[in-house]
């Protein structure tokens, strides 16, 4: 089956830094999507991205379907940032069930 | 427009008990998902609907899990008899394949403690 790995595993920043998280999939999608889980387990849908660059305020993803990688960058960071980010890739074809990966744990500090 | 609504938020049984949760998506969506989340990893799907169908069921444990759609609307997932691994949050979503069909929606979450 397809494989999604996201990078890094975990990440710790100060308050206002930059940072970029990495999602690679191992086969053709139409579906990529960008998650937050809060700290009270909410998850909330950031980007539908199968391709292309979106922003939304602080954030931004990318996705380059032809290298089959996604990028969410989060700039200033502030500590409500913190929590877990997941990419969701869908395949081609179906009815399109989303594949999650294990996600980047992130702390903000202030 | 209200979300996904999800009961009960936590339960705690004993392995070998029986547990059911039930989930009410966002009126008016046709796929319907239910995903089992253990503690430090991502969300896995155990079965998908389509209105009162099931289109995927092929990581549910069915000697043990079981779920149904009744009417196309709201859904039940049920363990029986539950074992100690079952100890995790399961997650209802929905999704609506519409215009703006692209964004799936997620309840709280129902957190199960298998003792």
């Known amino acids: 089956g397809i494989q999604v790995e996201q990078s890094p595993p975990d990440l710790i920043l100060q308050e206002g830094a930059n940072s970029t998280l990495r999602c690679n999939f191992s086969?053709?999608?139409?579906?990529l999507q960008w998650f937050h889980q809060n700290p009270w387990g909410q998850l909330i849908n950031l980007f539908y991205?199968?391709?292309g660059t979106k922003q939304n305020g602080r954030l931004s993803a990318t996705t380059v379907a032809t290298e089959r990688y996604s990028l969410l960058y989060i700039s200033s960071s502030q500590t409500t940032d913190s929590g877990v980010y997941f990419c969701a890739v869908g395949l081609s074809g179906g009815y399109n069930k989303l594949i999650f990966g294990a996600g980047t744990r992130l702390a903000v500090h202030p | 427009e209200a979300g996904v609504a999800q009961s009960p938020r936590y339960k705690i049984i004993e392995k070998r008990q029986s547990v059911a949760f039930w989930c009410n998506p966002i009126s008016g969506h046709a796929t319907l998902y239910w995903y089992q989340q253990i503690l430090g990893q991502g969300p896995k799907l155990l079965i998908q609907f389509q209105n009162n169908g099931v289109v995927d069921d092929s990581q549910l444990p069915k000697d043990r899990f079981s779920a149904e759609r009744l009417k196309g609307v709201d859904s039940t997932l049920k363990i029986q008899p539950a074992k100690l691994e079952d100890s995790a949050v399961y997650l209802c979503?929905?999704?609506?394949?519409?215009?703006?069909?692209?964004?799936?929606?997620f309840g709280e979450g129902s957190w199960l403690t298998v003792v």
């Open positions: 086969d053709s999608v139409n579906n």
């Open positions: 979503a929905s999704r609506d394949w519409g215009a703006s069909g692209n964004t799936i929606y």
């Open positions: 991205i199968p391709s």
